[in-house]
């Protein structure tokens, strides 16, 4: 398996509070995205990284931010966590962002109650 | 905006039947398409992908075709086995990095 690393794997968090999330990786990719997947919706993009400190919006970026100041690792913060943001969370990377298979973490299980 | 939509959402198949689960895309500047398998509480692993210079790909006992006129990609799975049963996804890559994903297709394989 490529080496890619989620934290915290699971949480439970309350309304309102702010939650981050950890993506990282061993393998020197450029690449890094974070999904959501909920049922019936399967993966949906919430931000993609090109590179460190180059950041774009997915499709459901809203209420979301990310950052990368490494290479190897990729945070995704939900400012003020809503029931809605309740999903199981999936980093990916891929070595190229163009016809390359993308390698996808552990996944985290994020509650917000 | 950028869709893909996937068919069947459930799929129900005996062992050593064939398997056919259909995507389409809504970009024509799409040029690459993967498909993932995630069994369940797992994460998704790619088992195939065709780019958009080929009509058709094989590996074993899953295919996957590209009619790029129709904006229509498919997954053939022949000889079915229990172990295939997961949720399958198809994917198209749009925009240069950014790939949308279908619904996901759950398959069963009865033994």
């Known amino acids: 398996d490529a080496g890619i690393t989620q934290s915290p794997r699971h949480k439970v968090t309350e309304t309102g509070t702010p939650v981050t999330l950890r993506c990282h990786q061993t393998?020197?990719?450029?690449?890094m995205y974070w999904y959501r997947q909920d049922p019936g919706h399967g993966l949906r993009l919430i931000h993609y990284?090109?590179?460190?400190?180059?950041?774009d919006k997915g499709e459901v970026s809203d209420g979301y931010s990310v950052s990368r100041s490494k290479t190897e690792d990729f945070l995704l913060t939900l400012e003020s966590a809503t029931s809605s943001q309740t999903s199981v969370y999936f980093c990916?990377?891929?070595?190229?962002?163009?016809?390359?298979?993308?390698?996808f973490g552990q996944g985290t299980r994020l509650t917000v109650v | 905006g950028e869709n893909v939509e996937q068919h069947p959402s459930t799929l129900s198949v005996q062992e050593g039947d064939s398997a056919v689960i259909k995507c389409t895309y809504s970009d024509s500047a799409s040029n690459y398409f993967p498909w993932y398998k995630q069994e369940l509480g797992k994460r998704p692993q790619l088992i195939i992908d065709i780019r958009s210079n080929v009509g058709e790909k094989k590996d074993q006992r899953i295919a996957v075709t590209l009619n790029k006129t129709a904006k229509h990609f498919s997954l053939h799975i022949t000889e079915t086995q229990p172990e295939d049963s997961a949720v399958y996804f198809c994917a198209a890559q749009v925009g240069g990095f950014k790939t949308i994903f279908g619904a996901g297709t759950r398959l069963f394989v009865k033994a």
């Open positions: 393998e020197n990719h450029r690449y």
């Open positions: 990284s090109y590179g460190v400190k180059d950041t």
């Open positions: 990916a990377i891929s070595e190229s962002g163009q016809g390359w298979e993308a390698f």
